[in-house]
């Protein structure tokens, strides 16, 4: 069975930093890339980051690239994005997703909640 729990979203100002955790049933970590997408408000969803937990494949958007550091636990099957430097343009609901690495930027197959991240001007 696919779970996504996301946890960790908040407010913050500019320049800060937050982190963000996605814990996920262990078959979803062993079977799935598992990686993040937000949306801004009056915006489309986009591909932030995600991680292979089979060979540590990793891919973040130009966006983030540098800023965020995306991680996996493999005894806890948890995934955590750092997010440094943030940017009032990085707020948005951020979800938890799940799917083929190769896919995990546009088109995961599962979607968790949503975590709400604002940043502050």
């Known amino acids: 069975e696919v779970q996504l729990q996301a946890s960790g979203g908040g407010l913050v100002q500019a320049g800060g930093s937050l982190r963000l955790s996605c814990a996920a049933s262990k078959f979803t970590f062993e079977n799935y890339a598992i990686g993040w997408f937000r949306q801004a408000p009056g915006k489309g969803r986009e591909g932030v980051s995600c991680?292979?937990?089979?060979?540590?494949?990793?891919y973040y958007s130009d966006s983030v690239k540098g800023r965020f550091t995306i991680s996996s636990d493999n005894v806890e099957n948890t995934v955590l994005l750092q997010m440094n430097s943030l940017k009032p343009e990085d707020t948005g609901v951020y979800y938890c997703t799940a799917g083929a690495f190769e896919l995990c930027s546009y088109y995961p197959d599962y979607w968790g909640q949503g975590t709400q991240v604002t940043v502050s001007s």
């Open positions: 991680i292979s937990s089979s060979d540590g494949s990793i």
